[in-house]
């Protein structure tokens, strides 16, 4: 049981270059989300997912856009990328409770980001 | 909207010492509060939740916290910490009629042999 996969792991980047994160969960969970954290700053949400097909912004979102058209895959994208973006990026997933709110989270190992 | 304080940004303790990371939070309702830990260069790990019934919590690797509604806060304690527990530590909250959590900025916890 892999639970939360993200690739690639390190990626170094250009300004202005586009680039792709693919996080995949094999745990058959309905939420999935995207942070980044940065140091002194904890983990803040760009993006996440409430179910397949739907997507929703976090505190973070600008500069990121996010897909779901699989139930156990996110994938965020970076169409042009600014050095305000290095950072280290991690998924998560987890299954909604009653009510609408999120259990417990699942994290990946993390990607770790640099843009020159 | 919630928020979540942790106010150390830094704790050094020596092994087999007592530790205790504090959180506070600021949620009107009854929030679900959670504790993760970080080692370097890995994901976040589950310490443990509290979403409702008895305030004082058991979790993995020997930790514990205590809700106290009257305080905000969901401290986390250890009664002899081993040189392993050095790591990053983050609160996090979430409530209900929301679909995701908000995590403090983070303690990092050195241990000294």
Redesign the interface.
């Given at each position: 049981n892999a639970g939360v996969t993200q690739t690639p792991k390190f990626r170094v980047l250009k300004t202005g270059q586009s680039m792709t994160l693919l996080c995949a969960q094999d745990m058959n969970h309905e939420y999935m989300y995207w942070y980044r954290q940065d140091p002194g700053m904890g983990l803040r949400l760009i993006h996440y997912s409430v179910g397949e097909g739907t997507t929703a912004k976090g505190e973070v979102p600008d500069g990121y856009n996010v897909s779901r058209l699989k139930k156990q895959n996110f994938l965020l994208g970076l169409e042009s990328a600014a050095p305000s973006q290095t950072s280290v990026y991690f998924c998560a997933s987890s299954v909604p409770l009653q009510g609408r709110r999120t259990g417990e989270l699942f994290f990946g190992e993390g990607s770790r980001l640099t843009v020159l | 909207a919630q928020s979540v304080t942790?106010p150390d940004?830094h704790i050094t303790v020596s092994e087999g010492a007592s530790l205790e990371l504090r959180c506070n939070y600021s949620y009107g309702a009854t929030p679900?509060l959670?504790w993760?830990v970080q080692s370097p260069?890995?994901?976040?790990?589950?310490l443990l939740?509290y979403?409702s019934g008895d305030t004082l919590v058991q979790g993995i690797k020997g930790f514990e916290a205590e809700f106290k509604r009257s305080q905000s806060s969901f401290n986390l304690r250890k009664p002899s910490v081993h040189w392993s527990d050095a790591a990053e530590y983050?609160c996090?909250v979430?409530?209900?009629?929301?679909?995701?959590?908000?995590?403090?900025?983070?303690t990092r916890l050195q241990v000294f042999p």
């Open positions: - | 942790q940004i679900y959670f993760y260069g890995q994901g976040l790990q589950l939740k979403f983050f996090a979430g409530a209900g009629g929301t679909d995701k959590l908000i995590f403090g900025t983070g």
